[in-house]
């Protein structure tokens, strides 16, 4: 019985031994001597076709943290190193410290949509409802008009929220034919599209709303124009300048000349008085 005793311990001792300093893991090799420290990872490295001890989760080395300000979003700088980039976030605003590009993608804004709901692909405005400001696809009516803040994406519907860009390029309903280039603005006869305003000045009245990308007949309105329409931050068109009219005040001195502001309806008016 004890020589029994003494085969099998002298037969299992090789494979304990194994557990401590294995060479290979399912026929692979494995870097010896195997040192892993905390938050190291045994990773099959395809580079050396061996399994190694690599830090945060399988990049080859370590990642340097020094240097960075409080509030400062990292950046990739190589392979292991993290720099400072120019966006920071306090908790309450993020700031970008450059140009802020959004290339092909739409900058969008999310509000939850009202009872009476949003359209995807129309115009929307915000409404007031119980304290709380909410996404509503705008009527034709005149004060409508002059209030969308832009084309919903997604998210259309009575409930949920609805995504909508304010800038940048997307897709958005006319409600006729659209030739590219002309500045759209809302229509006045389908209520949430947009509407050609025949020309690519900007108009003497209406919202300036976006820019088309593509020209479309559009046999049957309202007509999608889709992907290739360039919203921009609306504008309230201008008008007509005022004309200033004011009479300005004499003044009195000797050898003077006295200044004097008069207001002109919808603008100002310089006048001049002269002392004797």
Do not use: W
């Not at 593509?214 to 992907?227: D, E, K, V, Y």
């Not at 008008?239 to 003077?256: A, D, F, L, Q, V």
Request: with cysteine.
């Amino acid at each position: 019985m004890k020589r029994i005793l003494l085969l099998i311990s002298a037969l299992a001792l090789p494979a304990f031994g194994q557990f401590g300093n294995a060479n290979r893991i399912q026929s692979v090799p494995v870097k010896a001597p195997l040192n892993c420290s905390n938050n190291y990872v045994i990773t099959y490295v395809a580079a050396n076709s061996r399994f190694e001890c690599v830090a945060n989760g399988g990049a080859s080395g370590s990642v340097t943290t020094s240097g960075l300000t409080t509030n400062t979003l990292p950046k990739a700088s190589g392979s292991a190193a993290l720099a400072e980039s120019l966006v920071t976030d306090n908790g309450t605003v993020v700031s970008v410290g450059a140009q802020f590009s959004i290339k092909a993608n739409p900058f969008i804004i999310e509000l939850p949509n009202s009872s009476t709901g949003t359209t995807n692909n129309k115009l929307a405005k915000i409404v007031n409802s119980s304290g709380t400001l909410k996404a509503e696809i705008i009527s034709t009516s005149a004060a409508d008009q002059a209030s969308a803040i832009g084309c919903v994406i997604s998210g259309g519907g009575t409930t949920g929220t609805a995504l909508i860009m304010v800038a940048g390029t997307g897709s958005c309903y006319f409600d006729g034919a659209v030739t590219a280039g002309h500045i759209a603005i809302p229509s006045a006869t389908s209520a949430g599209a947009l509407h050609d305003t025949g020309s690519s000045s900007t108009p003497s009245s209406g919202e300036v709303m976006a820019t088309a990308g593509a020209t479309n007949a559009c046999g049957s309105p309202p007509c999608l124009i889709a992907g290739n329409l360039f919203m921009t931050p609306d504008v309230v068109a201008t008008g007509g300048n005022g004309n200033g009219g004011g009479n300005g005040n004499n003044g009195n001195g000797n050898g003077s000349t006295g200044h004097g502001n008069g207001n002109g309806s919808a603008g100002h008016g310089n006048g001049h008085g002269h002392g004797t």
